[in-house]
């Protein structure tokens, strides 16, 4: 199970914006963009939240959550999906803090506003590319042969 979370970090360690998805109290889903701070090898993602967001209450209503991240130069794409819960930790929001967050947070890393929504992911699938030449040939390869040809790997992963 290590190696799968490892697996997942990797894939995604270079990725700055994931779309997260919480659920609105009437069912919806609900999907915004949001910077990612950490991943830890033990299957958390880390993100930052104002204390008075939607998010924060559709979190309060309904845990569940999910994570979408693109990497279209790698040709790496990763979904995950678990539990959220939102965390008021000074400590840990000092550990994570980027200068990046100012414009949202001006007071910094102790701005009263600023919380943490952590993701504890349950299950995941990514999908990666042999690269651009390998499709090239793959493409070629398929329409010579007629048949399907493999040009990357895609996993799921159960947490």
Do not use: C
């Not at 609900?30 to 880390?46: F, I, K, V």
């Not at 209450?57 to 040709?75: I, L, N, P, Y």
Request: a negative charge.
């Amino acid at each position: 199970m290590q190696a799968e979370f490892e697996k997942l970090g990797e894939l995604i360690k270079d990725i700055r914006v994931a779309m997260v998805t919480t659920v609105e109290p009437d069912g919806t889903l609900h999907t915004r963009p949001l910077a990612s701070l950490a991943y830890e090898n033990d299957g958390q993602l880390w993100f930052y939240t104002a204390i008075d967001s939607a998010k924060v209450d559709e979190v309060m209503h309904d845990v569940r959550a999910s994570v979408a991240f693109a990497d279209t130069g790698k040709d790496a794409y990763v979904a995950a999906s678990g539990t959220a819960d939102v965390v008021n930790d000074r400590r840990r929001i000092h550990e994570l803090w980027t200068p990046f967050a100012k414009p949202w947070f001006p007071d910094g890393p102790d701005d009263p506003k600023l919380a943490l929504l952590r993701v504890h992911v349950e299950r995941a699938e990514y999908w990666t590319s042999a690269g651009k030449a390998a499709y090239l040939f793959g493409v070629a390869k398929a329409a010579v042969t007629g048949k399907r040809t493999h040009l990357g790997d895609n996993r799921k992963l159960t947490m």
